[in-house]
């Protein structure tokens, strides 16, 4: 017997552009267990994409039926970032659900758009991320774990290169650039921002809606997390 009845596994993007049927945007495939294959839709926005995966599983849990949600970002960092996090900001919870409830706070998408208009797809990823290695570092000269902004940014408090490694945070945590699940999957770290393969601007952009959508009134009741915590689902 499956495990579960319905698969959405979304392509996610951290980028700032209104972007879709292209490389570097958003791509969603969904399907049931018994579909020959997984039809798929590529939204222009983050908002968009949430959306439609809001809807999708909607739909499902009302017919009683078991989803698996699976987003190509990383849903934590590296051992010790959540400790010196709650060391900088007096906050405390479980580890994993400190750093998601930070970033849900802290992260701001869309903005700039108009009443009544399409969602801009523009977010303070980068600005979040200096705020956090402010906290962290005990100097702009030492700054980090998070590195490499755009082009056209400048951030006092993130650097373009990787800090050394592992980082020490100003609170003493020694934090590493990969966890197990980077190193098996031979992926790269969650504390780079922008650049060819980084994977950290979608992370920060990603976690805030996960946590958002995991904890709405109508999917709450019926969600959990699958393999350890890696992968949302929602049961009847």
């Known amino acids: 017997m499956p495990l579960f009845d319905t698969y959405i596994m979304t392509d996610w993007s951290g980028g700032s552009r209104r972007r879709k049927n292209r490389r570097d945007a958003i791509w ?3 399907g049931g267990i018994e579909d020959v294959s997984p039809q798929t839709e590529s939204p222009p926005s983050r ?3 949430v959306q439609l995966i809001r809807s999708l ?3 499902r849990i009302t017919v009683r039926s078991q989803v698996l949600v699976c987003f190509d970002f990383a849903y934590g960092y590296p051992v010790d970032f959540a400790a010196a996090l709650e060391a900088a900001t007096g906050k405390s919870d479980l580890p994993w659900r400190l ?3 930070y970033l849900s706070e802290t992260v701001k998408d869309d903005e700039a758009t108009l009443p009544s208009r399409k969602p801009t797809n523009r977010s303070n990823r980068f600005e979040v ?3 956090i290695n402010s906290s962290l570092s005990s100097s702009r000269e030492a700054a980090g774990p998070f590195w490499c902004s755009a082009a056209e940014a400048a951030y006092l408090h993130i650097p373009q290169r990787q800090p050394d490694q592992p980082f020490v945070s100003a ?3 020694l934090i590493k650039p990969l966890r197990l699940t980077d ?3 031979k992926s790269g770290t969650p504390f780079r921002l922008f650049g060819t393969a980084s994977v950290g601007g979608q992370s920060i952009t990603g976690i805030p809606r996960l946590y958002k959508l ?3 009134p109508e999917l709450a009741p019926r969600s959990s997390q699958y393999n350890g915590g890696q992968h949302p689902c929602w049961r009847p």
């Open 171 to 173: 609170q003493g945590y």
């Open 183 to 185: 190193k098996r999957a």
């Open 99 to 101: 750093v998601w409830r």
């Open 129 to 131: 991320a200096n705020l």
């Open 47 to 49: 908002s968009e994409a």
């Open 57 to 59: 599983l909607l739909e």
């Open 28 to 30: 969603i495939a969904y």
């Open 214 to 216: 995991r904890n709405e």
